[in-house]
């Protein structure tokens, strides 16, 4: 297993935030991911506007997981209309 960072936006609405938070970990269980560590950094600006929103909600999970599991995260995520925007990296050990 290895270590990655996954790096989402959610919308504001805390109701889409919880619902896609919810979503998210279920989706990630579901796949036998280990989350070692979860940080809310918080509300703040985006670069660009996405999906008529100009501010997205950031969350910052520390994962264990097989490589050949993210892509099927990937398809997983896609999927969940309560996320903006997400980003998987691969932490060096």
Do not use: C, S, W
């Not at 990655?4 to 989706?27: H, K, S």
């Not at 969350?59 to 050949?68: D, N, W």
């Amino acid at each position: 297993m290895r270590l990655y960072e996954l790096t989402v936006i959610f919308p504001l609405e805390e109701d889409q935030y919880q619902a896609g938070r919810e979503l998210l970990q279920a989706d990630l269980a579901a796949a036998g991911v280990e989350i070692v560590k979860t940080d809310e950094i918080g509300d703040r600006d985006l670069a660009y506007e996405i999906d008529r929103r100009r501010r997205g909600r950031y969350a910052l999970f520390t994962l264990k997981v097989e490589p050949a599991k993210i892509a099927g995260m990937d398809k997983a995520f896609k999927l969940n209309a309560h996320l903006l925007r997400y980003l998987f990296v691969r932490v060096e050990e």
